[in-house]
């Protein structure tokens, strides 16, 4: 363990090991293309980094392992996937199928991503706007800060964002890998995160449906209010739903999608990867279990349902049935952020707007 960790996103505690894994199928045109790049790069990384404790390259045949691709949720070829001492990052290679390329992705993973700092002073100066969660070694292990108060011994603290945001220890052991990772993934990864092109395709990996923010860029009240919201109400579905945010200028045709346009935000949607639905109104969020219930909604099938054949009778008032005209909500959005069949080809392609 280094002596200070700084994290943006997520914490990497001393990680040594990269293991870079190409799935294919050896029927596969593209994998078979993607063989002698891939082989040709591990001969570069291989002259940079000699020791196999620094960086594995490693290929499965997914015809003859598929439990091997089930394992590890393979359902596209080739794909290239990122191990740190044998935990599957989530974010994979997406990068350009070329042999500079993924070299370079190589060396990038190589920057180690802890700073060292020697004093106080120096702690008590990191960018309050990013997390940043930071561990004390005493005294008598090498350079770094001692016991000196709230960091000492073998403390983490958390920082969050915010000059002013009282910090949080980690009382765990840091004997404990698995503890102190998931304290510091829980720190570190923000409840409600942004969207964008560049993360979009392996959010809609995850699976999960997208519970979105759609704001003004500069609408950080309507963000702040958002993500109380959901810390307050929606903590339990977290792992059931995404809770997301998203640029509502560069998000345009979400939008379009369900008859919405920048001037109407702030606004709030669901995407199932089906359909997509819309919260009735953004100062609903003063509603106690209101965007609780919303979500409650998707999970039981009540907004689906809803959508197509109009309010459900316990809903309605007396003779309101029969007026009733069946709806049908608008098709997913994000859904076109997953991979196509026609993805995966050596040359790297830029994404089109949504």
Known sequence: MKNVSL??????????????????????????MLHP???????????????????????????????????YRINKYPTLKLFRNGMMMKREYRGQRSVVAIADFIRQQQVDPVKELLTMEEANTVDRSKRNIIASRPSNHSRGIHSNGRVGGDNMIYKPVGENVPDMVYLGSLASFDLAYAWAQDKCVPLVREITFENGE??????????????INDDTESL????????????SEKGTINFLHA??????????HIQKSPTDCPVIAIDSFRHMYVFPDFKDLNIPGKLKQFVLDLHSGKLHREFH?????????????????????PKSSFQKLAPSETRYTILSRDRDEL
């Open 7 to 32: 994290c943006v996103t997520h914490c990497h505690f001393g990680f040594t090991l990269l293991r870079l894994n190409i799935f294919s199928l050896h029927r596969c045109r593209f994998s078979q």
């Open 37 to 71: 790049i891939f082989e040709e790069a591990s001969n570069i990384v291989r002259e940079e980094f000699p020791s196999t404790h620094q960086v594995v390259f490693a290929r499965v045949d997914c015809d003859q392992h598929s439990d091997i691709a089930q394992r």
């Open 202 to 215: 392996e959010l809609t990996e995850e699976g999960l449906p997208f519970l979105i923010l759609f704001h």
């Open 224 to 235: 702040e209010k958002f993500q109380q919201e959901v810390a307050r109400q929606l903590i």
């Open 247 to 256: 640029d509502c200028e560069k998000f345009r045709h979400p939008l379009l």
């Open 309 to 329: 054949h109009g309010p459900d009778p316990t809903n309605s008032t007396p003779g309101q049935e029969e007026n009733e005209v069946a709806s049908s909500p």
